[in-house]
């Protein structure tokens, strides 16, 4: 059996046997000489969850409409652009460099002109995700529509198959692992755009949270939305895993 074609139920068990061991971990380390406002214990957080459990969960609503937005549209682009570089050679050759640039120039850099370009509302921040989102989503889709078996393609043009039909009984069944997997990458690093953007210039979401809340040592807080953010994240790539076991259920990779 592969890693891929695991038991969902193992799977879920041995995430949280790690997280119970993390959750240990860190209250032997609160244990010690550790100031709270360094390190508070999972109890204190677990307090400032359920306290401020209707202000958390405004701006959990908030971050996590950005996220899903960048998402969407981070993947239609990534995916437009995969496209159009596969049909048109002298459009690859164009936007290959700036796709390149885009990632070279570091995130923190963007997000200042971001803010100032669309503004302190949810704009700047779903730019911000859509901005970390695509390049996975280009670099592998892009590759796995170029490395089609080319015996597939002589058999669908020996079957008279138009360039239409090629694309997509051929190619875009052929790349569809591959897309998977940007996706996946895609559902991990989405909340990174957004949390960046909140950080930057925002009045709510759990990037804004964690600003205030750290500017007030209330790090209890922090580490609260902090929590729900990482669970967020983890919740999304699984939903993303699960439609795309479900999607693309024939890949090898899938097999159990």
Known sequence: MTPMSENPLSRLRRGL???????????????GN??????????????ALWNGRDYLAWHTLVTASEIVSGLVLGVLLGAGLALGMMFSPRLQRWLMPLVLTSQAIPVFALAP?????????MSAKVAMA????FFPVVSSFFDGLRRVNNDYLDL??????????????????????????????AAAVAPIGAII???VGSAEGLGYVMLNANARMQTDVCFAALFILVLMTV????????????????SPEHDE
């Open 17 to 31: 046997t790690v997280f119970a061991g993390l959750l240990m971990l860190w209250s032997l380390l609160t244990l």
């Open 34 to 47: 550790i100031p709270a406002f360094l390190l508070p214990s999972p109890a204190s957080v677990a307090q």
């Open 113 to 121: 002109l971001l803010v100032l370009w669309f503004g302190f509302g």
């Open 130 to 133: 859509v901005l970390v989102i």
């Open 156 to 185: 669908a043009r020996t079957m008279g198959a138009s360039r239409r039909a090629q694309l997509r009984h051929v190619r875009l069944m052929a790349a569809l692992p591959a897309f998977g997997s940007g996706l996946r990458m």
């Open 197 to 199: 953007g909140e950080w």
């Open 235 to 250: 919740l999304l790539w699984l939903t993303v895993d699960a439609l795309l076991r479900r999607l693309i259920a024939w």
